[in-house]
């Protein structure tokens, strides 16, 4: 049971440029959560953020905030090389944690994290916020409903433009690459949409620099035998594409912009019962992640973006680099 009785008080490391629509904003609607502590490397720049959306507390390390015991809950957006030291810092000091995604820098990061967590009581959510919006709850009851029919192909792609090349999204020392912050989306659709975890049959790599992705194209197959298809980039020809598409033996469905509803989307299906759109709500897909993380820590509800679901969701990001031809393992 949880020990949290009040709002959930979370604290946040770093002054990300995430942090606000991720937190900061669905908390202020939100009577389960307040956020009440920020730190950051540079002080100065924790008491900006801190005094740009009211938060009370300012701490000038993580370990402080880690260790601040008013604090019940960790949100972790820090690169992504730095999301397992610090959530297994959080979780050895007692909080719960909603950690960014990827989960990891590798799968056997991300199975040590998973460990922890099942012995810790601690609620430990990764922030695929995606998968808790409407739309993903509806796309996955059309495909689980046999209005598709028997899979045959599942495809998602996440490719956005990122020309500043000193972004610390292409510095392979904090387990940088497209296929790290686009991709781990794109796979992540194709398992939820597919219905299982796939294995990797190929994948071709466009690099920025040494071992760092700017963009990745991947095949794989499902144990039920049906295909998955992955793109992402962070640079490449294929500037802007956001979406996911599943296709069945009786039916089609797609989905624009399924990872940002919010901001606009489009859900067609094509079957034996004719042709439609739907559409949902424009509340933030954060908003409804922020729900089921309070819901969580509070009530003991269960969510689905959990360790496990993490360690097979670095799992394929893991066997992709090594299809490609690169290290297999980002650096933790």
């Known amino acids: 049971m949880s020990e949290?009785?009040?709002?959930?008080?979370?604290?946040?490391?770093?002054?990300?440029?995430i942090a606000p629509q991720a937190l900061v904003a669905p908390a202020r609607d939100n009577a389960d959560v307040e956020v009440a502590a920020v730190a950051a490397r540079d002080v100065s720049r924790a008491n900006h953020f801190a005094m740009k959306h009211h938060?009370?507390?300012?701490?000038?390390?993580?370990?402080s905030l880690i260790a601040d015991p008013g604090i019940d809950a960790v949100y972790n957006p820090l690169p992504n090389g730095l999301?397992?030291?610090?959530?297994?810092?959080a979780l050895e000091a007692g909080k719960h944690v909603l950690c960014e995604k990827p989960f990891t820098a590798n799968a056997a990061e991300a199975r040590e994290l998973a460990r922890l967590a099942a012995g810790s009581g601690r609620v430990v959510m990764e922030a695929f916020h995606y998968r808790y919006h409407p739309l993903t709850r509806r796309a996955e009851a059309i495909v689980a409903s046999g209005e598709l029919g028997n899979l045959k192909r599942?495809?998602?792609?996440?490719?956005?433009?990122?020309?500043?090349?000193?972004?610390?999204?292409f510095d392979y020392a904090l387990a940088g690459g497209a296929t790290m912050d686009a991709g781990c989306y794109a796979i992540h659709m194709v398992r939820t949409f597919g219905g299982s975890t796939p294995q990797v049959v190929s994948a071709k790599a466009k690099l920025r620099g040494p071992q760092v992705d700017r963009a990745m194209s991947a095949t794989l197959v499902f144990p039920e035998g049906h295909?998955?298809?992955?793109?992402?980039?962070?640079?490449?020809?294929d500037l802007l594409r956001i979406s996911a598409t599943v296709v069945g033996d009786r039916g089609v469905m797609h989905m624009t912009n399924p990872v940002l509803p919010h901001l606009f989307h489009r859900l067609t299906v094509q079957s034996a019962k004719g042709s439609r759109t739907e559409r949902f709500s424009r509340r933030t897909s954060y908003a409804y992640q922020l729900d089921?993380?309070?819901?969580?820590?509070?009530?003991?509800?269960?969510?689905?973006?959990?360790?496990?679901?993490?360690?097979?969701?670095?799992?394929?990001?893991?066997?992709?680099?090594?299809?490609?031809?690169?290290?297999?393992?980002r650096p933790s």
């Not at 949290?4 to 002054?15: D, S």
């Not at 599942?154 to 999204?169: N, Q, T």
């Not at 998955?228 to 980039?233: D, F, N, P, Q």
């Open 154 to 169: 599942v495809e998602a792609a996440f490719c956005f433009p990122l020309p500043k090349f000193s972004d610390i999204r």
């Open 4 to 17: 949290v009785r009040g709002p959930v008080r979370v604290g946040i490391l770093g002054a990300a440029k």
């Open 83 to 89: 999301h397992g030291r610090w959530t297994r810092a």
């Open 292 to 329: 089921a993380f309070a819901a969580a820590v509070l009530r003991d509800e269960e969510v689905p973006t959990t360790p496990q679901d993490a360690i097979a969701n670095m799992t394929v990001i893991d066997d992709i680099y090594a299809a490609a031809g690169l290290l297999p393992r």
């Open 55 to 63: 938060i009370a507390s300012v701490h000038d390390t993580y370990t």
């Open 227 to 237: 295909i998955g298809k992955v793109r992402c980039s962070m640079w490449s020809s």
